[in-house]
């Protein structure tokens, strides 16, 4: 992904709230679960940490990208976006 394809998905998401909140208890695979059906369901998903969780916000987007097969867009502060086109007819058309 190219910067200009992660700037449009960027602005795409700045519309958007965060579906998934990560807190103390981090990363569990009932919410990793969660956010790969939400992936299947939206392409672009935007995820936030709680001030209660001690891991950093680009660890565990790393971490749900690798599990999820998505990909980071954007770790702002606490909030972090994900895309994963879908395999049959993706809803969002990036720029070349």
Do not use: H, W
Not at 19 to 45: M, N
Not at 47 to 63: G, R, W
């Amino acid at each position: 992904m190219n910067s200009r394809q992660r700037a449009y998905l960027g602005s795409l998401a700045s519309e958007m709230s965060p579906i998934f909140q990560v807190g103390k208890a981090s990363l569990t695979p009932e919410l990793i679960a969660a956010i790969d059906e939400a992936l299947e369901k939206r392409e672009l998903i935007k995820v936030s940490v709680l001030k209660n969780c001690i891991d950093e916000p680009k660890e565990i987007a790393t971490v749900i990208a690798e599990r999820t097969q998505s990909q980071v867009v954007k770790v702002i502060g606490k909030k972090m976006i994900f895309y994963r086109p879908l395999k049959k007819n993706p809803k969002i058309k990036l720029p070349e």
